[in-house]
């Protein structure tokens, strides 16, 4: 066991992109955890920035923006300062709400039911949107529900891909190297996407340790998508890296 409130060098393995997996990477530091950083999607700028200039350019002829990831705020705002005073945007966490707050777009509004599409459209903000006019952020094969749930409520959507999302070319030898070390005492997992590149990068021998090792994952459908690639020991945590954080704790503190 660990020190309550402590990871006391747990071995934590993080599989995000890289940009956020250094922020939580300091999260788990700070409590004494050792972070194992290894990002199985890779973020890219657009192949056609195209539609994106041109919603960019266009912003003040929306009534509401929605952004779907940090990666979304990162690749989708242009200029902050040029932001229209009346276009109200939404977030589906806190990470995407603080990353719109960093380049000083205020009033973010975040459901308060789950963290994703459906807590989204659960708002009252979308309850009567006919007329409305709604953009899309997100990254290329997203999924579909916001946009046409949105729009058979009669708003009228437009989605514009702003980043993609890619599979890491270097090999996984460094993490294969630490599975079979034991230095992984557990596995944060944040999107389906990100599961299915890690297993494609990993051998036989590496698969089997990581769908041993107690795997935290902050959303059912990430769970489901683990369970069915044969991870044993999923923890479905709170949303958030606080979620994420708190489930770490509670787990090490008993085991």
Known sequence: ?????RLDG???LITRPARQAAGFARQVAAIGGYPVIFPAIVI???DDRTALDRAQRELARYDFAVFVSANAVEYGVAEPAAWPAGLIAFAPGPGTANALAALGIGNVRQPTTTMDSEGLLALPEFAT???KRVLIFRGGGGRELLGETLAARGAIVDTVDCYRRSRPEANAAGLEEAL???RI???TLTSSEG???LWALLGRAARERVAATPTFVPHPRIAARAGELGFARITVTPPADAGLLAALLKYFATH
């Open 1 to 5: 066991m660990t020190s309550p409130g």
């Open 10 to 12: 747990r071995g934590i």
């Open 44 to 46: 890219l700028p657009p």
């Open 129 to 131: 949107v006919a007329g």
């Open 180 to 182: 079979d070390a034991g």
């Open 185 to 187: 005492d557990a596995v």
């Open 195 to 197: 599961i299915d590149n």
